[in-house]
């Protein structure tokens, strides 16, 4: 099962390429990827909302290499090499994709440069950040380990596909249920720190239509009395597919297809494929 995680294509393709090639050069703030990864995507995406001078490094985490294992011993991506020093020849690394995030968001805080705040942080903002919090938990805690679930079912489970399908749908709907009426996104016209946490699974979803028989959202006009939820979900979702920093840090569909067969199939000896297999939370 180890060689199916190990042939995974090396490089980005489409938009993703351009964005890779555009923050090739050496940079003292280096983002350590792959372009598989939704978690890495998720820091990109913020990276590219703030308008972060970086350098964007792809590694294979199932090949890693000695001085990225010398930066972060753990060996995941995303890490992010944070300069340390005047000159910016020594690092510290920072990971786990929340984390990163909002410390891009923080410290990057110059709005002429790097645009608004992803999360709000003024003390008049103080309800505001933690109802973003508590909504990013939801999306880490239900909504991405349900998605693993459901896209790793096989005949061998206890549970159904189409429980699967239902508890992601149903953590789906909770959430759309908290969105700002009028959007498009989580705070209204304002593209916040919530939607680039679900952001990466949403691209994703296509790969249920493509191993599970469909995710399931309901077409418009049958959504029954779910149907004013499932409308504001698929202007939700529009409205962040659409995003430029989404779609230019997307590789061609076909990649993900390839990659994700090893998840529709439960071979994945990834860490987080691992854990769901076990019905244990997100490493």
Request: negative net charge.
């Amino acid at each position: 099962m180890g060689s199916v995680d190990t042939s995974l294509y090396k490089h980005t393709s489409g938009r993703a390429a351009k964005f890779a090639e555009a923050h090739s050069g050496p940079h003292p703030l280096i983002l350590y990827g792959g372009w598989f990864c939704p978690f890495v995507q998720r820091s990109w995406i913020t990276l590219h909302e703030k308008r972060i001078p970086h350098q964007y490094f792809e590694i294979n985490p199932y090949h890693k290499d000695p001085d990225f294992l010398e930066l972060n011993p753990r060996g995941l991506v995303p890490t992010l090499a944070v300069p340390v020093d005047a000159k910016g020849t020594k690092q510290k690394p920072l990971y786990e994709s929340q984390v990163i995030c909002e410390y891009l968001d923080e410290v990057f805080d110059d709005s002429a440069t790097n645009g608004p705040e992803l999360l709000p942080r003024s003390k008049e903002d103080a309800y505001l950040r933690a109802k973003c919090r508590i909504w990013i938990d939801h999306i880490s805690t239900r909504i991405i380990p349900a998605f693993y679930r459901f896209l790793q079912h096989t005949d061998e489970k206890p549970y159904s596909l189409d429980e699967a399908r239902q508890e992601f749908l149903g953590h789906i709907k909770t959430f759309t249920k908290e969105l700002d009426p009028q959007g498009p996104f989580f705070l209204g016209e304002r593209f916040s720190m919530v939607d680039v946490m679900l952001a990466p699974w949403l691209c994703r979803m296509f790969l249920f239509d493509v191993y599970k028989g469909g995710v399931g959202v309901p077409e418009e006009g049958k959504g029954g009395e779910d149907e004013e939820v499932w409308q504001r979900w698929r202007k939700w979702a529009a409205a962040v597919g659409e995003r430029e920093s989404v779609l230019d840090t997307w590789s061609d569909r076909e990649q993900y297809v390839d990659a994700y067969k090893r998840y529709a199939e439960d071979k994945t000896q990834s860490q987080v494929g691992k854990a769901t297999r076990a019905g244990r939370g997100l490493p």
